[in-house]
Structure formats: C-alpha cells, structure tokens
C-alpha cells in the first residue's frame, strides 16, 4: 500500500500552536522530531481552527495497492483511508474542504475479509503519513 497527499488543509495538522502533530502517536522515526503526543491537551485545542480568514482548502490523497480489489472493496479501502485525514488534519472536511481520497487497485477476484480489513487499515496509516511527510519535508 502506498499512498500520496497534497495538503491544503483549512483545518491544523498541529495541536494548538505545536509544536506536537495531530498525527504524532503514528510517528515514525522521529519525522516530527519526536516530541510524542502532549500528555495534556492545550486549553481550546480541540476548538476548530482554520487558517486566516475564509478560504476554501482542500487535500487530496490517493492510495494503491496492488492488491486484486472488486469495485465494491476498493471503495471500502478508500473509505477506510478517510481515517487517515482525521488523524493528521483537525478539524477535517469542513465546509471549506473539498478533502477527498481516491483508491487505485487491479481488478480481481475478492481477498479474504481479513485481507480487506488489513488493506484498509494499511491505507489509513499510509495516507496519515503522507499527509504528515507533505507538511514536514
């Protein structure tokens, strides 16, 4: 599973004023430098903040697999990828947003339920960490 985002998000992919990441407790390899989850949230941080001003935003992220998916599963994995916008983004798909993931597999014959259900997770992991590669690198 891999996956690739572009990130223009109305919503804040840091908690508070940071320095820690949303997405911090899926940190790998010190990308945010390793400074972990706050053991305490910041007063107001789950309040929805956006950037300046309105201003429509959006991210886009696509996963592929080369995993033999039906149409109906490859929907489900992007579905379950959705999961990986609300890891790294806060708030996400708000009425600014246009946040959307799209899924690209081969046609096939369907993958046992524990295989679609690994998929889907993998894809929600992956597009969290491309969202947090594209604000990072």
């Known amino acids: 599973m891999g996956a690739l985002a ?6 804040s992919v840091v908690v508070g004023d940071g320095p820690c990441f949303w997405a911090a407790p899926w940190e790998e390899e010190h990308e945010y430098g390793g400074r972990g989850f706050p053991s305490r ?3 107001g941080a789950l309040a ?11 991210t886009l992220a696509v996963v592929a697999t080369d995993a033999a998916l039906t149409k109906a599963q490859l929907k489900r994995v992007a579905v379950m990828a959705q999961t990986g916008l609300g890891r790294a983004i806060h708030p ?3 009425p600014l947003d246009g946040d959307v993931v799209f899924a690209m597999a081969p046609r096939g014959p ?3 339920l524990s295989e679609r259900l690994r998929l889907g997770e993998a894809a929600a992991e992956a597009t969290s960490q491309a969202i947090r590669r594209a604000v990072t690198r």
Not at 48 to 58: C, H, I, L
Request: glycine fraction near 8%; avoid cysteine; proline fraction near 12%.
């Open 6 to 11: 572009v990130v223009n998000a109305a919503g």
């Open 48 to 58: 929805p903040r956006t950037k300046s001003g309105v201003q429509e935003s959006t």
């Open 92 to 94: 996400v798909h708000t």
């Open 110 to 112: 369907a993958p046992a």
């Open 41 to 43: 949230l910041p007063a």
